[in-house]
């Protein structure tokens, strides 16, 4: 199963680009990369997910290389409700209807006023 | 606004005690998901199930057990809580099939057992 590595923290200004990275460099050619976020005391949201092209939703923008060892996820312009913890996940599929997702520690970010 | 709801926001239990976690889906998913959230572990997955009646075990569901008669409700039992089954329990639904789907969380349950 691919893995992902992400930062352990980042800070942000408010109104800046939130750029956070995660490396996959394991993916294999049928896995996607998904990205959700948790605000304190939340259960995850899902924001965004993507194979090989980049991808753009109202929250954000997936960027993934082209070699797809690495993405960045891009919050244009950070506010504080931004602030939660990022997570970085390959889907791994298996048999049937099972869709189990593998999740890592995440990137803290904090946007700062 | 679509949604998963789980009974209880927070939660106090005896150790030895027989629990009943609820999660209820509106969204006509196929897939539900118990999940434990600690401190630098992560998401670990207990257990899922992907039709009614169906139930798979995912990597730590040792303690616990789940129960699916309907489509949207998805329970998670332990058996005799213990003190290191204190936790935030999230439970999660996508749609089935072929396609790619997300997770929708709960709010979770924040279970203490003393």
């Known amino acids: 199963d691919a893995k992902t590595t992400q930062p352990t923290s980042m800070d942000c200004a408010e109104g800046r680009a939130a750029n956070l990275p995660c490396n996959h460099s394991t993916i294999s050619g049928n896995e996607y990369v998904y990205w959700y976020r948790q605000i304190h005391s939340q259960g995850p949201q899902y924001i965004i997910h993507g194979l090989k092209n980049n991808e753009t939703n109202e929250m954000a923008s997936l960027i993934i290389t082209e070699d797809r060892k690495s993405s960045t996820l891009i919050l244009p312009h950070a506010t504080l409700r931004d602030t939660a913890v990022y997570y970085c996940?390959?889907?791994?599929?298996?048999?049937?209807?099972?869709?189990?997702?593998?999740w890592g520690l995440g990137t803290s970010l904090a946007v700062n006023p | 606004d679509v949604k998963v709801t789980q009974s209880s926001r927070y939660l106090v239990k005896r150790t030895g005690e027989k629990v009943f976690l609820e999660c209820v889906q509106d969204m006509d998913h196929e897939n539900m998901f118990w999940y434990r959230q600690d401190p630098g572990l992560g998401l670990r997955l207990i257990y899922f199930?992907?039709?009614?009646?169906?139930?798979e075990k995912g990597d730590i569901p040792e303690g616990y057990s789940v129960s699916r008669e309907k489509k949207e409700r998805f329970s998670l039992i332990l058996e005799s809580a213990s003190t290191n089954q204190t936790s935030m329990y999230l439970c999660?639904?996508?749609?089935?099939?072929?396609?790619?789907?997300?997770?929708?969380f709960g709010s979770g349950t924040r279970l203490t057992v003393v």
């Open positions: 996940i390959v889907r791994v599929a298996n048999a049937g209807n099972n869709r189990k997702l593998i």
């Open positions: 199930s992907y039709d009614v009646k169906m139930k």
């Open positions: 999660a639904s996508s749609m089935g099939g072929p396609g790619i789907y997300g997770y929708t």
